[in-house]
């Protein structure tokens, strides 16, 4: 995380607390974590709401190129941001609730969806839409990698159940302001 990114980040908290989820961009030992099971030969990658690019940075680190990136953003102060950081992936401007409605992709299935969205704080229909959506995108054996500062998953079973994913932490860092674990969310009987 640079010093570039906490002002933008922390004056988009203070605008919309809710919708931005933390008060600090993650720090490199969450953003590292978050990464760790994607590679070039993961596919293209979806990224929702990267807001100033740090899991973005990591992706990249593991050799995912720009133009297999997708980055779904809906705060508008972080669009021009990121276009100017990463001007080979693609910029969307819009909420990840909308993926399956707007239907965006087309081309080769995605290998990954990387999430900085704040699940906890969102009502259970649109943690559903967000889900339903990446999954209508994801091959049979990709995963949905989703970093919470909660201390349990923050898709609820009854979602999970509903969609027939499951979700496991794949690890913590208390070397993050606050405090974060990853949970991969994947399809239970995944059709190959």
Known sequence: MSAADILPFFRA???????????????????????????????????????????TRALLERGVRQRDLTLVEYGSEFIPLLQRRFPGARVLWMDAAWLQRERPFDGAPVGAVVSGLGLLMMPPEKVTAILAGAFGYLRPDGAFYQITYGPRC???DAILDRLDLQASCIGQTFRNLPPASVYRISRRHPHM
């Open 154 to 156: 923050p898709v609820a």
């Open 13 to 55: 908290w203070v605008r919309n607390p809710l919708a931005v989820a933390a008060v600090a961009p993650s720090g490199p030992t969450v953003s590292s974590l978050m990464v760790q099971e994607i590679t070039a030969d993961t596919g293209p990658v979806i990224e929702l709401g990267p807001g100033t690019g740090v899991f």
